[in-house]
């Protein structure tokens, strides 16, 4: 149950990005989680909620866009869509599959509302 | 709305600072690596026989993580080794920042190897890089030879397997070899080691790879 240090992370970074006076418009933090990252988004929604609360960022929801591990064999560049274990490359029969995502825990973008005074 | 692009990962921080141990490590010639297995496996038990071995042949110092108590560190300073406890009070990993402040009460220039024993835990300290040369997943037999497949993401980011309690196969309902297929499935270049802390089984084995990596680090 390391979702709660991850979600300070992700709050973390936010607040590098947003300054303090725009942070209650924060209505998306958009984040890529890995299928292979260790982390559960129902554990991690939960948790982000907590943390940006303290944070003053607690009209903000966490949206999570999973990344599929993809695995891809070095020896004829067949990829493949699916986790370890793999038998063998379905290609060429290779045993060693590097994996080239899945392991992602990355903050991508927040979105805010903007202000009446600043769109009129 | 207006958009805000990011795109940094969420572990940056830790990555970073794992990046700076690790070069204190290579600094200093010391070969490090990251103990993890489930609680009780017998980390503490591989370290202390560890010790005990080598202890004439190699400067060995443990930075041992718990949720609570400073037990591992006692237990593996009897050896006469230098022991650092970090407490998490709840933490269920090791992560960068603690070790290097663990660092801070070890003298670096006099060690060969550093261990950094991790909380009893098979899924979260696989995303926390320490700045560890590689990982070492201990595995025993009680536990049963689908652990790699339940726990794969921790075997896939190690280096080494070493399976412990051999001394128990007469008793338990353990496959070694299917075991040993099963971690290779998830990660085709473990290197594997199996050992019994109880019977010393193993252990010739483990360590001279141990100086066989220390002397490559130095």
Redesign the interface.
């Known amino acids: 149950?390391?979702e709660l240090?991850?979600a300070t992370?992700?709050v973390?970074?936010?607040e590098q990005?947003?300054a303090v006076e725009r942070r209650p418009d924060v209505?998306t933090v958009t984040?890529a989680v890995g299928d292979?990252?260790?982390?559960v988004p129902e554990a991690l929604t939960f948790s982000f909620e907590v943390v940006a609360a303290d944070a003053g960022i607690e009209e903000a929801r966490l949206e999570i866009r999973r990344v599929p591990v993809v695995l891809r064999c070095p020896g004829c560049g067949h990829e493949v869509e699916q986790?370890?274990?793999l038998?063998a490359c379905p290609g060429c029969g290779g045993?060693?599959l590097e994996?080239v995502s899945g392991?992602e825990?990355?903050?991508?973008?927040?979105?805010?509302?903007?202000r009446a005074e600043e769109t009129s | 709305m207006s958009v805000i692009t990011i795109e940094r990962k969420v572990l940056e921080k830790n990555d970073e600072i794992a990046g700076r141990n690790r070069k204190r490590f290579l600094d200093q010639g010391i070969f490090v690596f990251n103990l993890v297995s489930s609680p009780g496996a017998g980390k503490t038990s591989l370290l202390e026989r560890t010790a005990e071995t080598l202890k004439d042949d190699l400067r060995m110092a443990v930075v041992a993580g718990d949720v609570q108590t400073d037990l591992d560190a006692q237990r593996v300073a009897r050896y006469g080794i230098p022991a650092v406890q970090i407490v998490t009070r709840g933490g269920c990993h090791l992560d960068a920042k603690l070790v290097e402040d663990a660092l801070g009460q070890l003298d670096l220039a006099a060690l060969d190897l550093l261990v950094l024993e991790n909380v009893g835990n098979l899924v979260c300290p696989a995303s926390y890089d320490l700045g560890e040369a590689m990982k070492v997943v201990l595995l025993s037999t009680t536990e049963g030879e689908e652990k790699p497949l339940k726990y794969p993401a921790m075997f896939r980011n190690a280096a080494v397997l070493v399976v412990n309690k051999i001394d128990l196969l007469p008793h338990v309902t353990c496959d070694l070899e299917l075991l040993r297929k099963n971690a290779l499935s998830i990660n085709p270049d473990l290197e594997v080691f199996e050992t019994s802390c109880t019977s010393g089984a193993g252990m010739t084995e483990w360590c001279a790879w141990l100086k066989r990596q220390t002397a490559k680090q130095a």
């Open positions: 149950m390391h240090s991850i992370g992700i973390e970074i936010v990005h947003v209505r984040v292979y990252s260790g982390v986790e370890p274990p038998p045993k060693r994996m392991s825990l990355q903050v991508l973008e927040v979105e805010l509302e903007d």
